[in-house]
């Protein structure tokens, strides 16, 4: 991919991610995510168009306010940081082909939800339900553009799968896997599945695994104890991305290729 291509994935990354620490303040708090324009979360005064540059305005600034100089959550330029790079290692991976636009709202969305978790233990419906559907049509389009259906009903099949499985163990363990794990278990199949059986399987598996280890240390580091609620959304996120940006490689050490 011509380097341009990788600086401006990146570009757009940022910028996205700028968006992206609306929703994360707003969605949680049934504030609308458009029309109005960004404002302290300390005082709610407007931020000012020079003082909305990803990452650099918060450097500049030096993580205040400028108008009441309280502090600006660190969870702003690191939402903006993580977007830029995992716009470009999706464009990385999928180079210019019809398939990015739907992984990069993907990976968007997967970064919002995982913020809000963290933070709210919620996977917003607000969030979910949209994302499904833009996929579901982004596929679509990406399917009829390179005249793979096979592909697209792959990734419904999975997306299917996928919630069924977690469907199954919300059921057995309601208080171990909450139920906007489940509905966003069917996004995560839809683009596994696009990608082959296999990255369905990893991706999933992967995500329980960072659930337990992570889950782990915090128990052992006593930050979270065995009765406090640990958001497995992220930890779901971050399994698929892993399947999706490495996955081939993965199953081919896996297999022995």
């Known amino acids: 991919m011509p380097w341009w291509m990788v600086v401006a994935a990146g570009l757009v990354g940022l910028l996205v991610g700028g968006f992206l620490t609306s929703v994360v303040w707003r969605v949680p708090r049934h504030e609308s995510v458009v029309g109005d324009g960004s404002r302290c979360p300390s005082c709610g005064r407007p931020v000012r168009g020079t003082d909305a540059i990803p990452v650099v305005s918060w450097l500049r600034l030096r993580g205040r306010c ?101 469907l199954v163990i919300h059921l057995i363990s309601p208080r171990g896997m909450g139920f906007g794990d489940v509905k966003l278990s069917f996004v995560l199949g839809l683009f596994l599945g696009w990608l082959g059986w296999g990255e369905l399987v990893l991706g999933l598996f992967l995500g329980f695994v960072y659930g337990a280890v992570i889950g782990m240390l915090l128990i052992a580091t006593r930050v979270r104890s065995r009765k406090d609620h640990i958001p497995f959304g992220p930890f779901l996120a971050a399994g698929a991305l892993t399947a999706v940006l490495w996955g081939t490689a993965i199953l081919d050490w896996y297999a022995g290729r």
Do not use: K, M, Q, T
């Open 66 to 166: 400028r108008d009441c100089g309280e502090p600006i959550p660190l969870r702003y330029p690191l939402v903006e940081v993580a977007s830029g790079a995992l716009f470009v290692a999706l464009a990385l991976r999928f180079g210019d082909s019809w398939e990015l636009p739907a992984f990069w709202v993907f990976g968007a969305g997967l970064l919002a939800l995982s913020a809000i978790d963290l933070e709210h233990f919620i996977l917003p419906n607000r969030i979910v339900y949209p994302l499904a559907a833009v996929s579901v049509a982004l596929l679509a389009l990406a399917a009829v553009a390179d005249g793979d259906g096979a592909a697209l009903l792959r990734a419904v099949l999975a997306g299917l799968v996928g919630f069924g499985v977690l």
